[in-house]
């Protein structure tokens, strides 16, 4: 089979279209013939060697893909071979405590596509049997493939974390990024008023368009003062927040009594510094976010069928140009999410 594959970490160059072996299923794991696969910055990571999860070379990126059962393993019996199915990222184990404790999106016990095995970039994936959740008919692969991460997590974080509310103010940060451009979809969804940030005039253009209703650029404006100031010094109610650094710093100072701020990255800094004298006399909570479960995926799923919800699509690109996608997201210009197709 054709496949990405990284062979040494290191730049975008190391990004290999290869002729691999096609992988065999083995016992309790079923072969997804690969139909679209989203990329994320998980992928840049993997590739430099810094995502902090163990990666064996040679390796096959990609976490985020959808297509057809192609074959089953031992002990397997079903879904049945040409079963449109999404590839979970988290290869779960249903009896396992993450997963009884309804915290299945984060359960690893058989690893995580794309980075401790091999991903979903390339033309056939292996994935755990009960790692597979059945896409709707009315779901095309390139938008399953899209919405999967980014809609998910967004979905987890504005939902399920910061409990969103009709008639609430929702601040969005970097939303030109796959998650800040879900999240503000499924903030107005339920109702809420959403203000963007992002670090460039056309994304913001761009945030307007999805709906936004004020718009913040934190490369020269106080995201603290800005949304005191177009909130009536009150503050916003929920943040979804993916940058770190200073812009986590700003936000939390954002944030209005009883509010929320929930956190799912940090390329911007990891380490920051925080009043936690302000954290408790607001009254606010800082909740971390990695990914969602199979329900709230399975929910997603369900509201792009219906055109409820819609990924942002920027580019699909041929498996073969995958230094060409690899580059845009390494210089950041991308707003929502690029899709590779075998």
């Known amino acids: 089979m054709k496949a990405v594959v990284i062979r040494a970490h290191g730049g975008v160059e190391n990004l290999l279209y290869e002729e691999v072996e096609t992988p065999e299923p083995g016992p309790g794991e079923l072969l997804v013939r690969i139909r679209a696969s989203g990329i994320n910055h998980l992928d840049h990571d993997v590739r430099e ?6 990666v064996t070379l040679p390796h096959v990126p990609g976490c985020e893909g959808v297509g057809e059962v192609a074959a ?5 019996d079903g879904p049945a071979p040409g079963t449109h199915v999404a590839i979970d990222f988290a290869q779960g184990d249903p009896l396992s405590e993450p997963w009884l404790s309804g915290l299945d999106g984060v359960d690893f016990t058989y690893g995580r596509i794309g980075a401790g095995q091999w991903g979903t970039h390339a033309e056939y994936c292996v994935s755990h049997a009960l790692s597979v959740i059945p896409l709707p008919d009315a779901l095309s692969f390139e938008t399953a493939a899209a919405g999967m991460i980014g809609l998910g997590t967004a979905w987890h974080m504005t939902v399920a974390l910061g409990r969103v509310q009709a008639g609430q103010t929702v601040l969005v940060n970097a939303a030109g990024s796959v998650v800040g ?3 503000i979809q499924v903030a107005l969804l339920h109702g809420a008023r959403v203000i963007a940030t992002a670090g460039s005039a ?3 253009e761009k945030a307007r368009a999805l709906g936004a209703a004020d718009v913040i650029d934190y490369s020269r404006q106080s995201i603290r003062d800005e949304a005191l100031r177009l909130t009536q010094g009150r503050g916003v109610d929920l943040v979804i927040e993916s940058v770190g650094g200073d812009v986590l710093r700003q936000s939390i100072d954002a944030v209005c009594f009883n509010g929320h701020l929930v956190t799912c990255g940090a390329h911007a800094g990891e380490e920051v510094p925080i009043n936690v004298i302000e954290l408790f006399r607001k009254h606010m909570t800082i909740h971390g976010s990695h990914f969602c479960g199979r329900r709230e995926l399975a929910t997603v799923f369900a509201l792009m069928a219906e055109g409820r919800l819609s ?3 920027d580019t699909v690109y041929p498996l073969a140009d995958i230094q060409k996608a690899a580059r845009r997201t390494a210089d950041r210009a991308v707003f929502g999410k690029m899709v590779l197709v075998p």
């Open 181 to 183: 451009s879900s999240a």
């Open 72 to 76: 089953l393993g031992a002990g397997v």
């Open 311 to 313: 990924p942002v699509i």
């Open 49 to 54: 060697g810094v995502s902090g999860i163990p």
């Open 202 to 204: 056309a994304k913001l």
